[in-house]
T-cell receptor, first 111, second 115 residues
């Protein structure tokens, strides 16, 4: 069973701090990795995707990928109360045409 | 570009009935995937369609079926509804410009309640 594991949280950080969200995956054939944000009652919204080992930065968000450790993370700098949401990690690979989602980590940013 | 649209947004049915949900992908996107989301199970993959062909299917009973039309619009059908089918059903579209997996963009979802 191919899986994506995330700590369900909740993760609570003060406003302005760095929030660190982590994810591990079991399928070594996974090639593409995604982070989605989902507000309560809404559908998932794409934040970032990453394909290569290392860091990828987009504004306040940095995704990190370590394929050897099968580990993906998302850093949110200068966290804002509006960042409070559930963050979903997802992994997919060629040939399977299927994306596996983690259960999500709930993040609370305290003002 | 308009985003992924799903209809209806809310639906209430009773056990034993059947339901059809519709999804229109982003213009130019050829792949459509369906997911079921419940508080206890998270996002569960139902199936994926590309060029009217189902390429992959999740671990759901045969009561769940889908199809894709030549304009990439997709429908999913659930027959003989059970209480446990109450969930948010999400559709996601991908450009799928090559044969590999591609980034998915979600629609607003259809919230199905089975009484």
């Amino acid at each position: 069973q191919k899986e994506v594991e995330q700590n369900s949280g909740p993760l609570s950080v003060p406003e302005g701090a760095i929030a660190s969200l982590n994810c591990t995956y079991s399928d070594r054939g996974s090639q593409s990795f995604f982070w989605y944000r989902q507000y309560s009652g809404k559908s998932p919204e794409l934040i970032m995707f990453i394909y290569s080992n290392g860091d990828k930065e987009d504004g306040r968000f940095t995704a990190q990928l370590n394929k050897a450790s099968q580990y993906v993370s998302l850093l949110i700098r200068d966290s804002q109360p509006s960042d409070s949401a559930t963050y979903l990690c997802a992994a997919s690979g060629t040939g399977g045409f299927k994306t596996i989602f983690g259960a999500g980590t709930r993040l609370f940013v305290k003002a | 570009k308009a985003g992924v649209t799903q209809t209806p947004r809310y639906l209430i049915k009773t056990r034993g009935q059947q339901v059809t949900l519709s999804c229109s992908p982003i213009s130019g996107h050829r792949s459509v995937s369906w997911y079921q989301q419940t508080p206890g199970q998270g996002l569960q993959f139902l199936f994926e369609y590309f060029s009217e062909t189902q390429r992959n299917k999740g671990n759901f009973p045969g009561r769940f079926s889908g199809r894709q039309f030549s304009n990439s619009r997709s429908e999913m059908n659930v027959s003989t509804l059970e209480l446990g089918d109450s969930a948010l059903y999400l559709c996601a579209s991908s450009p799928m410009t090559s044969g590999s997996t591609d980034t998915q963009y979600f629609g607003p979802g259809t919230r199905l309640t089975v009484l």
